[in-house]
């Protein structure tokens, strides 16, 4: 069974930084992309970053970017999403989820999600 | 980057049709996916690549993207099925590659 696990969420201040985390099993972690996906309180789906199976193609929302950084470690079947300059507009429940296709490239199709994990950032 | 626009809302009765559409420029050229969303839960891929359905969705869902607008379409609607809909494309034209749509909410009466 496909299982995707956000950790690392919780309550930072304006200008902090955070580091979530995403631990994968139950299917071949180094063979598919994935990808981080927020949903602000009362908002609608916003896509964040993704990373292919080998780290060569990572995209960032404009939103994030320069601020925001992907990463996996493959050994470890994880996915990390390093967050710096945190501001109240990146209060969010933030999903992890696997691309559909296990291909080097990424699909930007998202079969499998996590529960999330919800970070607030107070101004 | 891309943009999605789609309807706030959509009502309907149970054992109705519902439609939920997305638009977007030329979205006719782009591979489209659907997601629902429940309150509390993870979304849920139910259309992919304008039509496809993963396995365990209903045959009852079923989407099609012509032009500049895309559909997911509902039959028989439940009242299981209200949740909010989202479209998606991927778009690795510019380094903002996904693009998610505002969402819809299904209402079923």
């Known amino acids: 069974e496909v299982q995707l696990v956000e950790s690392g969420g919780g309550l930072v201040k304006s200008g902090g930084s955070l580091r979530l985390s995403c631990a994968a099993s139950?299917?071949?972690?180094?063979?598919?992309?994935l990808n981080w996906v927020r949903q602000a309180p009362g908002k609608g789906l916003e896509w964040v970053s993704s990373?292919?199976?080998?780290?060569?193609?990572?995209y960032y929302a404009d939103s994030v970017k320069g601020r925001f950084t992907i990463s996996r470690d493959n050994a470890k079947n994880s996915l990390y999403l390093q967050m710096d300059s945190l501001t109240a507009e990146d209060t969010a429940v933030y999903y992890c989820?696997?691309?559909?296709?296990?291909?080097?490239?990424?699909?930007?199709?998202?079969?499998?999600w996590g529960q999330g994990t919800l970070v607030t950032v107070s101004s | 980057s891309y943009v999605l626009t789609q309807a706030p809302s959509v009502s309907v009765a149970p054992g109705q049709t519902a439609r939920i559409s997305c638009g977007g420029n030329?979205?006719?050229?782009?591979?489209v996916h659907w997601y629902q969303k429940k309150p509390g839960q993870a979304p849920v891929l139910v259309v992919f690549?304008?039509?496809d359905r993963p396995s365990g969705i209903p045959e009852r869902f079923s989407g099609s993207n012509s032009g500049d607008t895309a559909t997911l379409t509902i039959r028989r609607v439940e009242a299981g099925d209200e949740a909010d809909y989202y479209c998606q494309v991927w778009d690795i034209s510019s380094d903002h590659a996904g693009v998610f749509g505002g969402g819809t909410k299904l209402t079923v009466l």
């Open positions: 989820a696997r691309d559909r296709l296990d291909i080097v490239v990424l699909t930007g199709k998202f079969d499998y």
């Open positions: 030329n979205i006719g050229t782009k591979s």
């Open positions: 990373i292919s199976s080998n780290s060569a193609y990572i």
């Open positions: 139950g299917f071949s972690f180094d063979d598919y992309g």
């Open positions: 690549d304008d039509s």
